[in-house]
């Protein structure tokens, strides 16, 4: 174990992280924001979604520094008198998870359909780019909200808003799967003509099990640094998707939906509601952003 | 030259296509509108009738063509929630879209490219680190934020600008503009800005990195050592060489302006096409939202197709590696 420590500290890539304190500084507000969302349950003052212990009363409280502040709402209360820290803190959670799903899901279908075009060539590989191509001809958020709005008007209201948070995380991981593809498919004709693969066709082994055991170990290095590179994007998504009003059900408000619902207290001067969810967005999508930055150029041996 | 205009012609009819199919297929499976007509009470006869009026009863491939034909026509039936024909809800929404996009890319372009030649001319200056940290919190900041933190300020605290509408307009045929009169200029702002800005920041970004570039090869020494002024080297001589990619960029950028503004109309209620789709969106109005799809779809082809001989235009080297004429 000790062994283990010592040798991640001597790596490059420790080295390449300590030496950058922008990486350190997005690291620590990363590792803070991430902590806050999934200990909320334990450490959040209040628990937004009890209905029993909210109490009109508290409604519209500003931040606790503030002269008609109440020292038990640090970041004051919206205006059902539900703490915004705790609710920023529950948001959080929903929009991390959201983020990570919907970029597991564009990694997997990326790296899949790249492998196939890659290794298979011919007609499988033009028609998967050339759909890859007419995707990215849009603004992935449009595609995320047609994919949204097209399930919304399939479904009936009810059915829709219980699988409401999939049909979110599909909508933004199909937005996006082209840019995996399109690495993949160009690591892979790389590698499909190198010896071990050759030698893994001569002794026999099928298509399927070459494209799973042997290239795709090689091709997913580039493949981590845009999935880090993703999940700022696909957080973001979600909060713009949140927002508009077509994201995730208000039962359970991600940062976006808090920001939406802040707005229209903005006129009334109560500024807290909306921005301080907006900071915790900027800080996690703006640390996630640094950390992948620097990954890819971390990773990039060309730039050392 | 012809030859290749062709061919992206050529390829630019598949996307319409598929794009068509799909606003089709909204229509085809997705709700009833039979059910919707006919109310309660009818008569099998009735609905056979009323199938065969409409051409429900034809094969899928008919149905498409026709769907497609109308929709070359502008035609594309009426709103479920308002009511009223969807070509005339869009005619009615298009200026405002159209002037707050087209308003937004001149900013990003007049603010950007002098902001860019700035920090690449000027790289250790504090003004171009200020510059520079600038561009990252435009690229960081989600759309909808930078609104409300506008409308924050200029609005809700200075009380200088208005956060909503469009302000007065004035109509010329069927074109309403609220870049007649003071006050629609005074309500277009803080949306354009808002729009405006990441674009901005990325036309800084790009202008920069390419002023670079530029700066360090021979024929700009060679022009500074013919002992030209500054001002035709870094305008004449460098400017003019780091266009290129950057109408390229600024050109596809326009597609995400049209994306985008359906962020920024949400947030200043700027009654526009993207405003009109969210609504769609949220009440399932499949009419709109199929006309939406289809005009952003050809939008987005024209652009395309506008920047690939744009291209073809200012980049010689092109036109050489086809073979010639």
């Known amino acids: 174990m000790a062994n283990a420590l010592s040798r991640a500290l001597d790596s490059d890539l420790w080295y390449s992280f300590s030496r950058s304190p922008v990486t350190v500084v997005s690291a620590v507000v990363a590792l803070v924001c991430i902590m806050g969302a999934v200990l909320a349950p334990w450490i959040a003052p209040h628990n937004p979604f009890d209905l029993a212990s909210l109490n009109l009363m508290d409604a519209f409280n500003p931040p606790a520094w503030t002269e008609e502040g109440n020292a038990s709402f640090l970041l004051g209360t919206d205006d059902q008198g539900r703490d915004v820290l705790s609710a920023i803190m529950y948001g959080a959670r929903v929009s991390l998870i959201v983020g990570l799903s919907a970029v597991v899901f564009s990694t997997v279908v990326g790296v899949g359909l790249g492998l196939l075009a890659g290794y298979l060539g011919g007609t499988v590989d033009a028609v998967l780019m050339r759909v890859a191509d007419i995707q990215l001809t849009f603004p992935s958020i449009l595609v995320a909200l047609l994919i949204d709005g097209i399930v919304r008007a399939a479904l009936p209201p009810e059915a829709h808003e219980a699988i409401a948070l999939y049909v979110v995380v599909f909508a933004i991981g199909v937005s996006n799967w082209p840019q995996f593809a399109r690495t993949v498919r160009g690591s892979t004709l790389v590698e499909r003509n190198k010896e071990y693969v050759l030698a893994a066709r001569v002794i026999g082994l099928s298509k399927l099990r070459i494209m799973l055991t042997h290239v795709l170990p090689n091709v997913l290095g580039p493949v981590l640094v845009i999935a880090t590179l993703n999940l700022g994007f696909a957080i973001l998504a979600e909060a713009t998707l949140s927002f508009l009003g077509v994201g995730v059900p208000p039962t359970q408000p991600s940062l976006g939906t808090l920001i939406r619902i802040g707005n229209d207290f903005l006129f009334s001067g109560e500024w807290w509601i909306t921005l301080f969810p907006g900071i915790a967005l900027v800080a996690l999508v703006l640390s996630v952003n640094l950390l992948g930055d620097w990954l890819r150029d971390a990773l990039n041996p060309r730039l050392r | ?325």
């Open chain 2, 1 to 325: 030259m012809p030859a290749f205009i062709l061919s992206r012609l050529l390829q630019a009819i598949p996307v319409l296509l598929v794009v068509a199919l799909i606003s089709f297929a909204m229509f085809a499976y997705v709700g009833d509108p039979v059910a919707i007509m006919l109310g309660q009470d009818f008569t099998e006869a009735q609905r056979q009738a009323l199938v065969a009026s409409l051409g429900l009863d034809q094969p899928f491939f008919v149905q498409f063509f026709k769907f497609v034909v109308n929709a070359a026509q502008g035609e594309f039936g009426l709103s479920y929630r308002l009511s009223r024909p969807v070509a005339e809800l869009i005619a009615e929404r298009a200026p405002a879209t159209l002037e707050l996009a087209f308003v937004a890319a001149a900013i990003a372009m007049l603010v950007g490219v002098p902001m860019g030649v700035y920090t690449g001319l000027y790289r250790n200056s504090w003004l171009s680190r200020f510059f520079l940290t600038f561009s990252l919190i435009g690229v960081s900041l989600p759309t909808f934020l930078i609104g409300i933190l506008l409308i924050l300020v200029f609005s809700v605290l200075l009380g200088w600008l208005p956060s909503y509408g469009r302000g007065e307009v004035v109509q010329l045929g069927w074109w309403s503009t609220g870049l007649l009169t003071a006050d629609g200029w005074r309500a277009l702002i803080l949306p354009a800005i808002t729009l405006g800005l990441f674009q901005l920041t990325l036309i800084m970004r790009l202008v920069r990195a390419e002023m670079l570039e530029v700066l360090r090869t021979d024929y700009i020494k060679f022009a500074r050592a013919r002992g030209l002024p500054d001002r035709s080297v870094h305008f004449g001589h460098a400017l003019k060489n780091t266009l290129v990619p950057v109408i390229t960029i600024a050109g596809l950028q326009l597609g995400s302006i049209i994306a985008f503004a359906i962020v920024t109309e949400t947030v200043f209620q700027w009654p526009g096409m993207g405003l009109l789709f969210i609504q769609s969106v949220g009440s399932a109005d499949i009419p709109v939202m199929a006309a939406y799809l289809m005009l952003t779809a050809l939008i987005f082809v024209v652009i395309n197709l506008v920047v690939d001989i744009l291209y073809y235009i200012v980049d010689p080297r092109l036109r050489a590696g086809r073979g010639g004429h």
